[in-house]
């Protein structure tokens, strides 16, 4: 069974196309049952490979014909211009984002609650992928990742757009360590009655910082712990797959 995947056009901007990989179809058993692309997760290699294989042929009518990924370490690394990588080959280069002006080139982000972030420029000559988990957040990488992304390319801010996909909801994401690990600054985003943080609200703000505008900031709202059935949610399993979000340019 074919991989699936939630479409997504910028307005606007229809040579950019952005894919939410579900967790439906694939090959994949037990705790991966589904779609799941990462090799990282003790699921079988030869499921994982054919997982990749049936999402990439899916979206090769779409204009993409092939796929960049990194080894995401819930940090701030940008690699800009990343080269394409094989679906039969786990990647080792590490970063949480990518950048890149070249058409038919999916910058690809893993998850299984943290937020995928897919950035496109008005002009649809330039996109950016980042992964942000809580970490990412904690050191603004929304903020630094977009200027990196505008001062490589001589772009400004607010013309940039972007999509949040499906992650971690705000009635799901728990810290009760919430002094320790985020601290006062942060304290807007947070229910103390529920040790919850918004970290949906939170990353809008931050591309607000970035300079984005507001009206060109777009979220799929969908809580991927309370959606198990059809996400992967490293919360609800731990031993759990992950999906794919894409951004590229229609070649």
């Not at 179809?25 to 049952?33: A, I, N, Q």
């Not at 204009?63 to 080894?71: N, P, S």
């Not at 050191?139 to 013309?159: K, M, N, Q, S």
Request: with cysteine; aromatic share 10%.
């Amino acid at each position: 069974m074919s991989v699936s995947y939630i479409p997504f056009v910028f307005p606007g901007v229809p040579q950019v196309r952005c894919a939410f990989q579900t967790r439906a179809g694939g090959v994949s058993l037990g705790e991966f049952g589904g779609g799941n692309i990462a090799f990282t997760v003790q699921d079988n290699p030869e499921h994982v490979i054919a997982n990749r294989r049936s999402l990439l042929e899916g979206l090769r009518p779409q204009g993409m014909t092939a796929w960049a990924e990194l080894m995401q370490v819930h940090g701030d690394g940008f690699v800009f211009e990343p080269e394409a990588v094989a679906c039969e080959t786990p990647v080792t280069a590490e970063g949480d984002g990518m950048a890149t002006a070249r058409p038919g080139l999916g910058l690809l982000i893993k998850t299984a609650d943290c937020q995928p972030i897919l950035i496109a420029h008005k002009s649809g000559a330039y996109i950016a992928a980042m992964h942000a988990g809580w970490r990412g957040n904690r050191c603004d990488f929304p903020i630094t990742g977009v200027a990196r992304f505008c001062e490589r390319y001589g772009l400004e801010p607010r013309d940039l757009l972007a999509v949040r996909g499906p992650s971690l909801g705000p009635g799901k994401a728990e810290f009760v360590n919430f002094d320790k690990e985020w601290g006062d600054p942060y304290l807007p985003w947070f229910d103390a009655s529920s040790k919850t943080m918004d970290l949906w609200g939170l990353t809008r703000h931050q591309l607000e910082r970035a300079g984005l505008l507001p009206r060109n900031i777009y979220g799929l709202d969908i809580c991927t712990a309370s959606n198990n059935e059809q996400f992967f949610s490293y919360r609800c399993a731990r031993r759990s797959g992950r999906q794919a979000s894409l951004v590229w340019i229609a070649a």
